[in-house]
């Protein structure tokens, strides 16, 4: 997993609340257990029309926001089914940070053990961060995990709280695989004083 210090790109808003991870990456994407490629299928049924041709009005494909690195996004963000496909088509989009008030909690914890920062924030806060994601081009905000901060580009800062712990796990690029191999020492030394003391084992 990609460490994750410091993003700095384009914001896309997307105004729409309950945003379920169906609508994130539609079923007939599910087939594979691959991290790469999801990315044409992110919001498919909201980028592409019945004839396969883009939907002008969705915001990511608008010109200012099809290189957006994060996604500003209303209330209860990711909720719905389990899959962990949502946040990989995040990813191989290109979008490594999403913004809101709240989360699906199974989405929430996929996204620390795939590289996304899910950040929350205020309400208050998210209209802020709206506002600044409006601009389009101009919408570059900077997202510091280490000092839990969003700098808008007029200079607002929005601060985040975070768990210590999965704060800890991106910035080492560490998921659930490489949190194990951290400990690899201590797994090779038990495992030789087992084979040591119960060679039948």
């Known amino acids: 997993m990609e460490k994750f210090t410091m993003l700095e790109g384009v914001a896309a808003p997307l105004k729409m609340i309950n945003v379920d991870t169906d609508m994130i990456i ?27 041709s ?12 099809r290189k957006a690195k994060i996604l500003v996004a209303g209330d209860n963000f990711g909720c719905g089914s389990s899959r962990e496909h949502a946040p990989w088509a995040l990813m191989d989009f290109g979008i490594t940070c999403v913004i809101s ?4 909690d199974i989405f929430y914890n996929n996204c620390f053990k795939n590289g996304v920062l899910p950040v ?6 998210l209209e802020k961060l709206f506002d600044d994601a409006d601009r ?29 712990h ?4 991106l910035l080492e690029g560490l ?6 191999m951290v400990k690899g020492d201590k797994i090779d030394n038990f495992e030789a004083n087992t084979k040591a003391t119960r060679p039948w084992a």
């Open 166 to 169: 999965r704060k800890k796990c």
């Open 136 to 164: 389009g081009a101009n919408a570059t905000l900077t997202v510091d995990l280490e000092k839990q901060e969003i700098r808008g580009p007029d200079g607002g800062v929005v601060k985040f709280e975070i768990d210590p």
């Open 54 to 65: 883009e939907n002008p009005n969705f915001v990511l494909n608008k010109p200012a926001y």
């Open 175 to 180: 998921d659930d695989i490489g949190l194990t």
């Open 120 to 125: 929350k924030v205020s309400p208050d806060d």
């Open 26 to 52: 539609p079923k007939q994407y599910l087939k594979t257990i691959k991290r790469t490629g999801l990315g044409k299928g992110l919001f498919a049924e909201k980028r592409f029309r019945d004839d396969g």
């Open 101 to 104: 008030t709240s989360f699906g």
